[in-house]
């Protein structure tokens, strides 16, 4: 199965635009690349999904590579409320998705 | 329009009892998916089912445990027996669609936290 690499730990200040990167250097032309984020106490919640081309929606912004062996979310101005898990998936053939350790976002104030 | 919905939230068993864990999937959906997550990890897939049928039960214990999405009603996660190594929260999933080769999203409940004594 394609794997995603994430740091396990990134600090933001509030108000401040954050980047959370993930490495997917094994992707197949057919995943999707999902990002999705737990708070505190609560389950997941999609955040964004992307093939290849960048991605807007009123939560944040995808940014692919163009090889698409990487991709990078994009917060614009990170709130405490933003601080939580954040997973990036491929959906490959899987009948699920397949959650990996995450990137623990820290929102300073 | 509701969203994916647990109950109970809070769980707690002694050592040897069952935890029925239920969802109700969103409205349209379905396709069902629970997770376990212990605590300070990620989350672990378990089953995957759609009405009346068990998909793919890969990340299923091989005993004590069971998942049912019947044609009527909420999906149940059984556990049968509970040890203190059950003690996690279990979380379900629901898509409207299958999620191989498409870009269906998954929508996710709150939440049961199962506290084994």
């Known amino acids: 199965d394609a794997k995603t690499t994430q740091p396990n730990s990134m600090e933001s200040n509030e108000e401040e635009p954050v980047h959370l990167p993930c490495n997917h250097s094994?992707?197949?032309?057919?995943?999707?690349i999902h990002w999705y984020r737990q708070l505190p106490s609560q389950g997941p919640e999609y955040v964004i999904h992307?093939?290849?081309s960048n991605v807007n929606n009123r939560m944040a912004s995808l940014a692919i590579a163009e090889d698409r062996k990487s991709s990078t979310l994009i917060l614009h101005r990170a709130t405490l409320r933003d601080a939580a898990v954040y997973y990036c998936?491929?959906?490959?053939?899987?009948?699920?998705?397949?959650f990996g350790a995450g990137t623990r976002l820290t929102v300073k104030p | 329009n509701a969203g994916v919905m647990q109950n109970p939230r809070h769980l707690v068993r002694r050592r040897g009892q069952e935890a029925r864990l239920r969802c109700s999937p969103m409205?349209?959906?379905?396709?069902v998916y629970w997770y376990r997550q212990l605590p300070e990890e990620g989350l672990k897939f378990m089953v995957y089912l759609q009405k009346e049928n068990i998909i793919d039960e890969s990340g299923m214990p091989k005993e004590r445990f069971s998942a049912e999405f019947p044609k009527e009603g909420p999906s149940i996660l059984r556990i049968q027996q509970v040890v203190r190594g059950d003690s996690a929260a279990y979380f379900c999933?629901?898509?409207?669609?299958?999620?191989?080769?498409?870009?269906?999203?998954?929508?996710f409940g709150s939440g049961t936290q199962l506290s084994v004594l």
């Open positions: 094994t992707i197949s032309g057919t995943d999707y």
């Open positions: 409205k349209g959906h379905s396709h």
């Open positions: 998936i491929l959906s490959k053939n899987n009948n699920d998705m397949r």
């Open positions: 999933a629901s898509s409207k669609d299958r999620l191989i080769a498409t870009n269906e999203k998954l929508f």
């Open positions: 992307g093939l290849t």
